[in-house]
């Protein structure tokens, strides 16, 4: 790890300040990903501001039925908060299906989403990726990409999105609050992930010295009956092979209202659009489920050897929504 | 790129207090003493407590969050030391293996792991113990697949999984979850 300075804050302007004003800075939070990133070069900040004392750990009730959740609230908390598990079950079953319980308890909301990819082209210094050094090319292309995406690729970069909680997130449509030099913003979370293209080191909208200070969960009685599915290559402490949020009504054996997204299999946190059109209104069958799967997987684009994701994703996708529609018709 | 109305507010200006990138002075609270060293920022909480204070129980695995030997706690939460900056964690409490004993008693947890046999080469022994007395103060050892999820975060390359959890099973029967972490 390069030397680095420190410096602690105790309020958002003074983070946002310092930060906007040194190019070569950067916020320090759970440190799981930044202390990672440092220590194997890949990021090379010269100084850090340490935010964790900021008053922006609470999970708070939004006028009008949402939640917010405070940036720097930490994953465990989120994880265990009765309003986020009652309302929003996909939500904390995700974060608990993410990472280990050490690892829930430093890392931050906010800095799951900032999370970095785990392609291993990406943490090699010595290997081109277009992602940390724009230009140098994609390695993951013909090399080792079983674990890379399907979907939202491009020829600079096929990494996959690593975090769960956002593929609830998107499913919800959550909106994410951020602090910066010219002010606040409130940008919806599908917005907030940018696809690879031709610009894969640009992965949010954000400005340097730009803080993610909450994240909004709107209402949704939906989500009230939703669940996380993940499947991985062990059972635990493992990132997702292909991973789907549901959040599902059924009426009359017509499904009334769906809310749909993939991780695992994609550059960004994915919202399954096209599946959700098939479901929407169609009955609760596996021959709909089946249909809307295919639908939203028929642009995937294999690489080698994560071909097998797509059969994957499609079948995690149909027993995610069966599941969920057992469950409501015994409801 | 779609762009989003700003609400203009004022920044403060940089007036945060920089140190380092040189050594400086850091005071850290360790199992219940105040300890200072002089160390650079990027070190992490692993090197400070192994190099500097010599409490070597808390081990390196990988050193990069992926084996769990690292554990200790941080304001009695288990947290992985080698992703923790030691200067961060000023005024905040740090609890290691070497604070786990009642002078010459082991913690329960510690002779349950004995008793029960739940070692091969130890290597990941004090960040298992470490985790498991979070685990039951969390609530988290129900029954055995509970466990096993909640102890996830702590690799071991012996296998010693079935003799961790007996010895986790014994403690918890013992005296509940209630106190188990002091
Ligand atoms: S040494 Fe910290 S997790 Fe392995
Ligand atoms: S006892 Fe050897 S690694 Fe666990």
């Excluded at chain 1, 809307?292 to 097998?308: D, I, Q, R, S, T």
């Excluded at chain 2, 409490?93 to 004993?101: D, K, P, R, S, Y």
Aim: net charge neutral; with cysteine; aromatic share 4%.
């Amino acid at each position: 790890m390069r030397p680095v300075s420190y410096s602690r804050v105790a309020d958002v302007g003074t983070a946002i300040g310092t930060v906007s004003a040194d190019p070569e800075s950067a916020f320090l939070a759970g440190g799981t990903t930044q202390v990672d990133l440092m220590r194997i070069y890949v990021e090379q900040p010269h100084r850090l501001v340490d935010i964790s004392d900021l008053p922006l750990n609470q999970v708070e009730e939004l006028p009008g039925g949402g939640l917010r959740l405070g940036g720097l609230a930490r994953m465990s908390d989120v994880a265990q908060e009765p309003a986020v598990v009652r309302r929003y079950p996909m939500v904390a079953e995700a974060l608990l299906l993410g990472a280990s319980p050490q690892l829930r308890n430093m890392a931050t909301v906010a800095g799951n989403l900032m999370q970095r990819v785990r392609c291993s082209y990406f943490r090699d210094v010595a290997a081109g990726c277009n992602k940390r050094t724009p230009g140098t090319g994609c390695s993951a292309l013909d090399g080792v990409n079983r674990g890379h995406a399907v979907l939202g690729t491009s020829d600079c970069c096929i990494a996959t999105h690593p975090s769960d909680v956002a593929v609830a997130l998107v499913a919800l449509d959550a909106v994410v609050q951020t602090e910066g030099p010219a002010g606040r913003r409130s940008i919806p979370i599908d917005d907030f992930f940018l696809l690879p293209g031709q610009t894969p080191e640009q992965e949010h909208p954000l400005t340097h010295g730009e803080l993610v200070t909450g994240i909004d969960l709107p209402p949704l009685p939906v989500a009230a009956t939703s669940r996380y599915v993940k499947i991985r290559d062990r059972e635990s402490y493992e990132f997702a092979l292909a991973s789907v949020a549901v959040a599902m009504s059924v009426a009359g054996g017509r499904i009334a209202e769906i809310r749909l997204a993939l991780g695992g299999v994609a550059t960004k946190p994915w919202r399954a659009r096209a599946a959700e059109r098939v479901l929407d209104g169609a009955p609760a069958t596996i021959e709909a489920f089946t249909r809307a799967a295919e639908a939203e997987l028929a642009p995937a684009v294999p690489h080698g050897m994560n071909a097998f994701k797509i059969e994957l994703a499609r079948r995690t996708m149909v027993r995610a929504l069966e599941e969920m529609a057992q469950r409501e018709g015994t409801a | 790129m779609k762009s989003y109305q700003a609400i203009r507010t004022t920044p403060a200006p940089d007036s945060a207090v920089v140190r380092g990138p040189g050594e400086v002075e850091v005071r850290l609270r360790v199992n219940g003493a105040t300890r200072t060293m002089s160390v650079e920022p990027r070190v992490s909480l692993l090197d400070a407590l192994r190099d500097r204070l010599e409490l070597t129980g808390t081990k390196k695995g990988c050193n990069q969050g992926a084996c769990g030997a690292c554990t200790v706690w941080v304001d009695r939460r288990r947290v992985l030391a080698c992703l923790t900056l030691a200067i961060s964690c000023e005024n905040r409490e740090v609890a290691t293996i070497e604070g786990l004993a009642d002078g010459d008693t082991l913690h329960p947890m510690q002779q349950a792991f004995l008793d029960a046999d739940a070692l091969q080469c130890g290597y990941c022994t004090p960040g298992q113990i470490m985790s498991a007395v979070a685990l039951l103060a969390e609530g988290h050892a129900g029954d055995d697949i509970e466990i096993r999820e909640w102890m996830s975060g702590n690799v071991c390359r012996c296998a010693a999984y079935p003799h961790i959890r007996a010895a986790i099973r014994r403690v918890r029967d013992e005296k509940g979850s209630g106190d188990a972490a002091r």
